[in-house]
């Protein structure tokens, strides 16, 4: 068991790029979860995958926002034309069927 | 909706003192309760969690909640602080309209410092 990774630790871009980060979820786990926090908050709800559907979708993600996951496995969270506001901490999270979450240590987006 | 209100953004104890943290939630069904505690740089990591059993819940670390649906609180406790357990606490309550458990609703956090 080698815990939720996230990749990268942070990332630096310009307003109106595009980003993607990944997220490897602890390997026998069948749900995988984005967050996102930003300063002074707890973490906020974006979506949801058991194996490789999206079952839940929060409002707060825009259609500048997709998640996948292919084969079940890792999953990738693409922001499109990203704005000032996208700065946040993403977290992604992992478990297997109602069992507890395991959290990565998240990527900090910084937009500029 | 469901909502959690935690009180107070920064808590400071003595080390071998109690530890309070207070949670309030809002549900509309019977809810599923969480604490969450975060170390500088780490990821979240459950402390404990309710679900309908017992409404003395213990986790790790020594730390325990109490369910109270009268006073729609979920307090967190130890009875003696330890310098590592300076981090930031996080309640939670599960979204409960259906979807998953873990979709959940976060409160705003509490940063617990310990004084030697």
């Known amino acids: 068991d080698t815990g939720v990774s996230q990749n990268p630790r942070h990332k630096i871009t310009k307003r109106g790029q595009n980003v993607t980060f990944r997220c490897d979820p602890i ?86 | 909706a469901q909502s959690v209100t935690q009180l107070g953004s920064h808590v400071s104890v003595s080390e071998g003192a109690l530890v309070l943290l207070r949670c309030n939630y809002s549900s509309s069904v019977p809810p599923y309760l969480f604490w969450y505690v975060q170390y500088p740089n780490q990821g979240l990591q459950l402390l404990l969690k309710y679900t309908s059993a017992a409404t003395l819940v213990k986790g790790i670390n020594g730390f325990e909640a109490e369910f109270k649906k009268s006073e729609t609180s979920f307090h967190l406790t130890k009875p003696s602080a330890h310098m590592s357990d300076a981090a930031e606490y996080f309640c939670a309550v599960s979204r409960g309209d259906g979807g998953s458990q873990g979709n959940l609703i976060f409160g705003k956090g509490t940063k617990l410092s310990v004084k030697p």
Not at chain 1, 49 to 57: D, G, I, R, T, V
Not at chain 1, 67 to 78: I, M, Q, V, Y
Not at chain 1, 97 to 109: A, C, R, W
Request: hydrophobic content about 30%; glycine content about 6%; aromatic content about 12%.
């Open chain 1, 27 to 112: 390997s026998e786990h069948n749900r995988l979860y984005w967050y996102r926090q930003t300063l002074g908050q707890g973490p906020e709800f974006l979506t949801y995958f058991q194996n490789e559907a999206q079952l839940e979708k929060s409002r707060l993600l825009s259609d500048r926002f997709s998640a996948e996951r292919p084969k079940g496995s890792f999953s990738t969270l693409e922001i499109q034309r990203t704005e000032q506001g996208d700065s946040a901490m993403y977290l992604c999270a992992s478990s297997l069927l109602t069992e507890k979450l395991f959290f990565g240590s998240g990527t900090q987006l910084s937009v500029l």
